[in-house]
């Protein structure tokens, strides 16, 4: 097991937590394709803007157009409230803040129903926003705390990925635990938890679906895949990936093919040594692809120091990846494995979400140690020709 000691520092060393902005809205350069295997391709326009504290995960919403992302607003005394903050998609500018009950990291969106669900994290809820009224109308409960022998009333998961599953009415939220992960079904009609399935094995962080497969996939950061069932809501098989830590996961339904980054964080190398003799690190910092059905591994993608998010675009054959330590995004070709282009965004690139139909790409950008307590951290868009 990983002897970390509560569920803040797990989320920390999963890559969730961290700390630097670029202030304004103005275009910034700092695109290349001078990388070892690069391929010529046409520029990307870059633009950024700081607009809140604490920045995770976003999502684009065609419906409203609009770029919804959490901001947590921090963790100290005088820190800001957590919030949504709605975004104009082409100028970044903030155009309207829903307050949260809870602090947010994790979102995911349905955009049919104006509905954005963002993950509570450690308080093992999920908040649902009105995207149209732009305001909170409930709080999902996942599970309930219970006081521990350290007085301390905790949640018996952590969570950070979510899944929506539109065909049958659901929403996944894998539960992260050193003992025994579990995924958490929604049933997105009642609003309520339908079933929980225990065996995703030590600390579960990404997950992506197969919904025409009826199966879900669920890494954890002991290097293995769980294939959950669908329809029956039980684990199928685990298979070990080839990865050392793989984080997060994405899936092309055409080709039956995984993606994952896997992160190769040395200090969970180094934790792992020293509880479970005889594991041997893997390479880490690159993206694995494995086919889904054998768990055969396909190729092996190089990217920057601490790879994070990852999204496929099938439609253009694109895959784009956020390097935390290396502050850059990459992408690459996603049927041939070439790299395409490094785009700069200092200083640690975090989360994905994309405006498929005009190809742009939105990330969040976290401050680094040396930025200003309680300054803002970043959104940058990426509009490709």
Request: net charge positive; aromatic share 6%; proline share 5%.
């Amino acid at each position: 097991m990983f002897p970390w000691k509560s569920s803040l520092s797990l989320l920390a060393t999963a890559a969730l937590l961290a700390a630097c902005a670029q202030p304004g809205g103005t275009p910034a350069a700092g695109v290349s394709a001078s990388q070892p295997g690069a391929v010529s391709a046409p520029a990307v326009a870059q633009q950024r803007r700081a607009v809140g504290q604490g920045l995770y995960e976003l999502a684009y919403s065609p419906r409203q157009n609009a770029v919804f992302v959490a901001s947590t607003g921090g963790f100290g005394a005088d820190a800001a409230p957590a919030r949504i903050l709605r975004l104009d998609p082409a100028t970044l500018a903030v155009q309207a803040e829903i307050q949260l009950p809870n602090r947010g990291f994790g979102v995911i969106l349905d955009d049919a129903a104006n509905r954005l669900y963002v993950g509570n994290s450690s308080e093992a809820s999920i908040t649902v926003v009105d995207t149209a009224a732009n305001r909170v109308s409930h709080v999902i409960t996942l599970a309930e705390k219970t006081v521990g022998a350290d007085g301390k009333a905790k949640a018996p998961h952590s969570f950070r990925e979510l899944v929506l599953d539109t065909a049958r009415h659901r929403l996944y939220a894998p539960g992260m635990s050193m003992a025994d992960s579990a995924l958490y079904v929604v049933d997105t009609r009642s609003q309520k938890v339908e079933k929980v399935v225990p065996g995703l094995g030590q600390l579960a962080t990404g997950v992506a679906l197969d919904a025409a497969g009826n199966r879900l996939f669920v890494s954890n950061l002991k290097g293995e895949i769980a294939v959950v069932d669908t329809v029956g809501l039980i684990v199928n098989k685990t298979f070990d990936s080839g990865a050392d830590q793989p984080l997060n996961l994405a899936f092309d339904g055409a080709t039956n093919r995984l993606f994952a980054t896997d992160q190769g964080l040395e200090q969970i190398q180094q934790r792992r040594q020293k509880s479970e003799p005889g594991y041997t690190p893997r390479a880490g910092n690159r993206v694995i692809v494995l086919d889904a059905d054998s768990g055969k591994s396909l190729a092996s993608l190089p990217t920057g120091a601490g790879p994070v998010a990852l999204k496929l675009d099938a439609a253009r054959q694109r895959l784009a990846v956020t390097n935390r330590g290396a502050g850059t995004v990459t992408l690459f070709d996603s049927r041939s494995y070439q790299l395409l282009q490094t785009v700069a965004a200092p200083a640690h690139p975090n989360s994905l979400a994309q405006d498929e139909a005009r190809n742009v790409w939105y990330v969040t950008v976290k401050n680094g140690r040396d930025a200003e307590k309680g300054s803002l951290e970043s959104v940058v868009r990426l509009a490709q020709p």
